[in-house]
């Protein structure tokens, strides 16, 4: 096995270490220190790939917003069902994971916290962004791509009012529904009211094959299928791509 | 100054001073050695009150959810404005905090962190329930009144969907506003469009006296009045009533 290869595994144990560790120890306990020693690394050679616990927390954010953002999308846009549906199941796969099982480590919300952020390394934050910008710019090259195909009349900032607005509704149940007091209040409310809130939006955009009664049972549909191919996706071997490709952009 | 005073006062800097620190140095980086030191206090005594870092997590929030939570929707309960008008102001003070300024230290988003709950101290995540209980509540208790009132239709189930519904578009704005790489896209949402996406909830439910093209503005307005009203709040003050309540009831 070669140096990079050998790299890629140690990061690969670290993040997966880090992650049982910030759900039985607590978010606050996470030690890099500890981390090594269950890695079998040097404390060295573990600041090489994180130098800082809010490395690890934005590299475990990363693994969420590359399978569940970026892969996704890519997966869903290759489906036959209509534009709309497309573009719904692009937001619904992240209420259906969560109706599953709430999020232990809750590390999704760590984005939403610029004192993590702030004192990451720039290196990883650029992964961050990148996949951020992927996932944001995948959502609405499709919508675009409705636009010219003549599926939807809008001006760009109605593109993007759109999928903000579906954005704001789809993050809020995730945060919602992890909350321990919440939780049940968040799970009674049927995944088909949410879709419908995020129809309303999608609504405004005069679609020419717009949402129907049946569109809510194929974008179940959708999320039950790339949930599944999902699962043989290597994210690291994903994120490692784009950080090498981040690097060379430097 | 009496012992209890006393302790107050200490508890409210330590505070005061670990939002500094999460700001400054980083969420992973809170030390509660250095928080002692800045509050002039041991390290024995600083652990009186809060044992561990997700207590002090979990204190900010409370704050949080106390100010803007509990006691915003006490105030805005006391209006004059139409029950629709101020059930929507409950939702958009949230909204329009988050548009003048995002959380640096982003603690509204750690109660959707179960790795931050599990390991704070029970007392301390007590007051957190009250206090997430008594928003909740405050918000139900105004639709039931509003039915009570003969102004709406709906059964139990239905109040909660549109609590649940609105409050998934209020959470996600404020999560998705909060993130650096989004924030200049959601505040370049109209906040008209996310009233316009929570009045889709309320709507369900047949108000005699629905909202109408002015209610906007005057939700506004309610939101400056009462946020403005809400700086001489003692929020420290309003928790250690919950706290001691919390106690007597154990």
Same sequence: chains 1, 2.
């Avoid at 050998?6 to 981390?35: C, H, P, T, Y």
């Avoid at 050679?45 to 569940?68: P, W």
């Avoid at 259906?96 to 809750?106: F, T, V």
Wanted: proline share 1%; glycine share 4%; with cysteine.
């Amino acid at each position: 096995m070669g140096r990079v290869e050998q790299k890629k595994q140690r990061d690969r144990m670290i993040l997966d270490k880090a992650e049982e560790a910030i759900v039985e120890r607590g978010l606050f306990s996470l030690s890099l220190l500890e981390l090594a020693r269950q890695a079998e690394c040097s404390v060295n050679t573990l600041y090489g790939s994180f130098a800082k616990r809010e490395d690890i927390a934005v590299g475990l954010f990363n693994r969420v917003m590359a399978t569940f953002g970026v892969k996704a999308c890519q997966e869903i846009a290759l489906r036959q069902e209509s534009i709309a549906e497309r573009f719904m199941a692009m937001q619904m796969i992240w209420i259906r994971r969560q109706h599953k099982q709430s999020d232990l480590g809750g590390v999704q919300f760590l984005a939403a916290m610029p004192s993590v952020w702030k004192h990451a390394s720039h290196s990883r934050i650029a992964i961050t962004r990148k996949l951020l910008d992927s996932w944001y710019q995948s959502n609405l090259n499709f919508l675009q791509m409705a636009r010219a195909n003549g599926e939807l009349v809008a001006d760009d900032d109605h593109l993007h009012q759109c999928l903000n607005e579906v954005t704001c509704v789809e993050r809020g149940f995730s945060l919602f529904s992890n909350n321990y007091s919440f939780r049940d209040e968040a799970i009674s409310l049927p995944m088909e009211r949410v879709f419908k809130v995020m129809s309303f939006s999608l609504e405004e955009l005069s679609w020419q094959t717009p949402l129907t009664n049946d569109s809510f049972k194929r974008v179940m549909n959708i999320c039950d299928e790339v949930e599944t191919s999902l699962r043989n996706f290597d994210v690291d071997e994903h994120i490692w791509a784009v950080e090498m490709n981040a690097q060379e952009l430097q």
